[in-house]
């Protein structure tokens, strides 16, 4: 009877673990577009590289902590430093140019444009790893070209070269997925989240050196008011978390079936502009996140596993 029971309870468990997934995976992408609204209400306070480094230095001493009391100290490793180093300058630079954009972009045209990232992905794939792409990638690939060239004329026209900010940060971004693949399952995923934030801090540092001394008396680092060092703390914090919530989800569920929820974070990034900035949505920035948006479920939709490999992946056993 007993056996029975935890049989039962096993297969509840199993045939909720997709619902509960997709409610954690909610969680967390909710979490991460309220940290970039934090970050939006910072635009103009101080400059964006030094909030970038100011919110790593915070989450890798955060993580260090979280490592040392989950792992050990033992688990304080740097698997393959170059690559590593690799993955520290991409996030650094996606952090640095996408907080900089927000300076002078609406919040949810610059999240839609760096919502491209995962088609940068695929055509790098190709460049680098050979991976040829499937026809229903060239459909995504296309549709998402259309949607940030739609966003982009407007906001280039009325911000210049800054409108093509968030771009760099997609393909930053893109650069980051690649580089995870070459240390996937070297070390636990928070002590990869530690490493990649230490090894972004030398090279947001940087920038903002740069920035500093580049005449530009936007750019320039002053004492930061306590309000801003308080917000960097929160976005550390809701990054860290968000990815988190994240990371549970896609072991409870396949990554194909909480894929779409990433799109709940410029939902919120479009309804946080408008009621927090004021930034409503123009008719072109819905229509080119609307091809972006469409380009990602059709690529998701075309790649999900069908039939048995749907439901082996849709919970662990």
């Not at 997709?22 to 964006?48: C, E, H, Q, R, Y």
């Not at 072991?251 to 410029?266: D, G, R």
Request: include cysteine.
């Amino acid at each position: 009877m007993s056996g029975r029971g935890t049989s039962v309870e096993h297969g509840n468990r199993v045939r909720h673990a997709p619902r509960r997934a997709l409610l954690i995976a909610l969680a967390g992408f909710t979490v991460l577009a309220t940290g970039d609204a934090v970050v939006k209400s910072m635009a103009g306070l101080w400059p964006g590289s030094a909030m970038a480094a100011l919110r790593y230095l915070m989450g890798a001493a955060g993580l260090a902590v979280l490592v040392r009391l989950w792992h050990g100290s033992e688990a304080f490793v740097f698997p393959k430093p170059w690559v590593q180093l690799g993955r520290g300058l991409a996030v650094g630079t996606a952090t640095a140019t996408f907080f900089l954009s927000l300076r002078v972009m609406p919040l949810a045209d610059a999240t839609a444009i760096v919502f491209t990232s995962p088609i940068w992905t695929l055509i790098l794939s190709f460049l680098f790893l050979r991976e040829r792409p499937k026809a229903a990638v060239l459909v995504s690939i296309v549709l998402a070209t259309l949607g940030v060239l739609l966003i982009l004329r407007p906001n280039v026209l009325a911000f210049g070269w800054e409108a093509m900010l968030p771009l760099v940060a997609a393909l930053a971004m893109a650069c980051l997925f690649i580089l995870n693949r070459r240390v996937g399952g070297l070390a636990p995923v928070i002590v990869m989240q530690f490493v990649v934030a230490v090894m972004a801090l030398p090279i947001l540092f940087t920038l903002a050196a740069f920035g500093h001394f580049s005449g530009d008396p936007s750019q320039v680092v002053t004492w930061p008011h306590w309000s801003v060092v308080l917000r960097c703390a929160v976005v550390a914090v809701t990054a860290t978390l968000g990815h988190w919530c994240i990371f549970r989800a896609t072991e409870l569920a396949s990554a194909a079936t909480i894929a779409p929820m990433t799109y709940v974070q410029l939902l919120v990034a479009v309804i946080a502009g408008a009621l927090i900035f004021g930034d409503l949505p123009t008719w072109t920035m819905a229509g080119g996140a609307g091809l972006i948006i469409t380009g990602g479920l059709w690529l998701w939709h075309k790649q999900r596993p069908r039939g048995s490999e749907a439901a082996d992946g849709a919970a662990p056993t």
